[in-house]
């Protein structure tokens, strides 16, 4: 080991509940203000005696790294490029601060009473993301998820092929709290509008990037896709708040159609117990992964790590807030936010759904959620140092990686061979089908936790790609193809 120790971070934050409101507000030049500063657009009389009730509180727009008239631009690209896609004003959201969880239970029930708010709910965050407990290319004979199926994905097979690097124009970027920017097996980029890098996550992270981007050298392991471009924006904002919601539309900002976007992050029960469910269930953060997705924007999501105390996973299918049951497939309230949700497996055949790892009809992928080798995280050192390892990450953020990186390669194959890119809709269809693909231990039906891709069988029978063919006159036609706009 070698290096010089990084500082640790100190950070509380407050309770925020998050609205949206039928009628905009205008905020101040600076973008927030004391609620009985606030001049009315359209006076909502209800909100203000909400806002006369309350002790003084802050608000500010939801979305601060782009201004409104951007959002609103990407909202009606989107519309244009997806005639299903109905985009929300996203220009409506606001963030309210509160002290604590009382005055924020308090202020909700109000907020939930009055005619002028279309929604609103207590923001969890932050939250752990969700990894299991961790320890030429020297620890490649560790990376059993690379091996071919079934026991892993087969990345080593793709590497037969122009894209199996993850080379070429595919931009991919991780959304959470922190990484190791300078380890020596990683070469990432960062925006001017990336946010804060959080000491206290930076092994988590580095660990994720290493699934996906560890380089191809004489150091560490290898990445599935060591020669992707890849880039970091985190949840943390520019104005130190934490903003989820926020850092994907940022996120959005630098992406084009088929690039790939990993979200490493899960949320609390909104009813404040101590599960943990995708992001996706809290409504801003939904809303603006299907402007993603309506962009052609390909969205890999965590299914979650269940009871964070008892380490027991969640049915997605029970799930629901006001009796909503919006995670269960077929249901009047069933929401499809266009990602693709991962679950965390065994690494072992057959692979046995991890008992902390949730899992539900909504479900698309599986993969390894334990004992995958990457970098970053040493006992009693964890996050000191540049040139750290591991043989124990896991959890759905490990699944999740290894899905986000078999994406890449998928769409880098596409791109360098066809000459064009899918969109999310066919790339959840290709990694979550039965046929490509491999089972879990009690099938689709009984674990509900979908499948682990195979990318030998996806390249030759999905793709139908054979080596040194390179024009699109090969594609099959049992595979429909969406030219990037």
Known sequence: MKGNPRPKDSHDIPFRIIIKLLNEIQL???????????PLKSEPKSFQAILKRSPPINITKLFTSLSPAKISRLAERASKMDCQYQPPNFNAYYAVTC???VDADRLLQ???EAKDVELAYVETGPLLPPSDNPIKNPLIVYQGYLNKAPGGVDAHYARNFKGGYGEG?????DIEQGWILNHEDITVGTFPDTGLNRTDFQDHGTAVLGTIMML???LGGIGMTPNVNGYVVSQWRPDGSFNTADAIMTAINHLKYGDILLLQTQAFDPAGSDFAWPVEIQNAVFEVIALATALGIVVIEPAGNGNLN???GSD???FAIAGEQRLKKGTTYFRDSGAIIVAAASNVVPHLRMGYSNFGSRIDC???GERITTAGYVPLSSGEFTDTYTGRFGGTSGASAIIAGVAIIVQSIIELNFGCRIGPKQMRDILSSDMYNTASSGGRAKDKIGVMPDLRKIIQDALGVKKNIRSARNMPGKMRIDVAP
């Open 28 to 38: 101040a030049e600076d973008s927030s203000a004391k609620a009985e500063d606030f």
């Open 110 to 112: 109000m907020m939930l």
């Open 316 to 318: 997605l299918d029970g």
């Open 169 to 173: 124009k595919v931009k991919f970027i």
């Open 366 to 368: 599986y993969s390894w």
């Open 310 to 312: 008892s380490k027991v």
């Open 216 to 218: 191809d050298n004489k």
């Open 99 to 101: 002290t604590d969880r």
